[in-house]
C-alpha cells in the first residue's frame, strides 16, 4: 500500500503569502496524484489533477508539482476564500490514499 | 446540469444495513471510474471503494471488504453502495465521486450515515 505524509499538518499565514503543501508517497509512482480543498461543512472540491492540471474554474495562484515520491501544492498569493483544509490524494494503485489534512488557518 | 445527486443513509442500529444511491445526470456513469469516499466526524477523507468504468473490476478498503459492496444501474445512470453489518467506526459523510483523474470530476452532496444503537 502506497501512504502518503502530507506536512505540515496546520499552518497559519496571512493574505499574499505563498504557501506550499507536501505530500511525501511511501514508494514511487506516476503522475496520479489529485488535490482538494475542503471547506468546514462543503462537498471537496478538487483543484489540481493529474499532479499538474489545473481544475477548470480553478484561480491560476494554484498549482501543483512533483514526481517520484514529493509532490507539492502552491497557492502564490492566499487570499481570503482560500482558507480551508487541503488533501492530497494518490489514485495510482488500490487502495487509494488520502493525505491526512492541511488546515490553513488566518494569521 | 451535470450533477450526483445522493440519496439513502439516516440512523441504522449496529448490525444494520443501509444502502446508498448516486445518480448521475449530463454524463453516463459507465464512461468513467466510480468511486465513494467518507469523511468519519472531524476526520479527514478516507477512500471506500472504486469500480472500473467495465463495471467488473471493483477494489474496497480493507475495513470493508465482505460488508460493502459497491455496484451501479446503466439503465438508471446510478451507482449504489450497499452496507451491511455496519459497525460504529462506519459513522462518516458518504460521498460519491466520479474519476479522478479526468478532466471533468464530480462529486455528490454527501450523505450522512449514522451507527448506533
Redesign the interface.
Known sequence: DIQMTQSPSAMSASVGDRVTITCRASQGFGN?I?W?Q?KPGK????LI??TS?L??GVPSRFSGSGSGTEFTLTISSLQPEDFATY?C?Q?NS????????TRLEIK | EVQLVQSGGGLVQPGGSLRLSCEASGFMITTYWMTWVRQAPGKGLEWVATMNKNGVDKDYVDSVKGRFTISRDSAQNSLYLQMNNLRAEDTAMYYCASQFGSPVHYWGQGNLVTVSS
Request: hydrophobic residues 35%; glycine residues 12%; aromatic residues 24%.
Open positions: 496520479y489529485a482538494f475542503q462537498v471537496p472540491q478538487r489533477y493529474l492540471n481544475q477548470g488533501y490524494l489514485h488500490f487502495p487509494l490514499t488520502f493525505g491526512q489534512g
